[in-house]
Nanobody
């Protein structure tokens, strides 16, 4: 059973960088065919796909967030990380990490992913 767990600060100041880590258990992040995604959800906006890193370490980004987003991994720890810079109040959301086989940019519901974490509420506030 694959499990994903998000961790990181729950409060971030405006203009700072939001950093979240997803720890994966029950399967390797280098296993063939899988993509490891970061998505977020907020009231009135719905599910937003931020980006992904795939089994070979290739990264993919939502063009709307590309200038502020960086995704990396630590294969020794079986973790992947999101960094979102220059945050504003609009970046307040529940952030999830999730697994699929590609196509995450088109999903509108979390349930379309194979597995996802419990989510972590991140609030941007001064």
């Amino acid at each position: 059973q694959v499990q994903l767990r998000e961790s990181g600060p729950v409060l971030v100041r405006p203009e700072q960088t939001l950093s979240l880590t997803c720890t994966v258990s029950g399967g390797s992040i280098t296993a063939n065919s899988y993509y490891w995604n970061w998505v977020r959800q907020s009231p009135g906006v719905g599910l937003e796909w931020l980006g992904a890193i795939n089994y070979s370490g290739t990264t993919f980004y939502n063009p709307s967030f590309r200038s502020r987003t960086s995704i990396s991994w630590d294969t020794a720890k079986n973790q992947f990380t999101l960094q979102l810079s220059s945050v504003t109040l609009a970046d307040t959301a529940v952030y999830y990490c999730a697994r699929d086989r590609g196509g995450g940019i088109y999903y509108t519901q979390l349930a379309e992913y194979d597995y996802w974490g419990q989510g972590t509420q991140v609030t941007v506030s001064s």
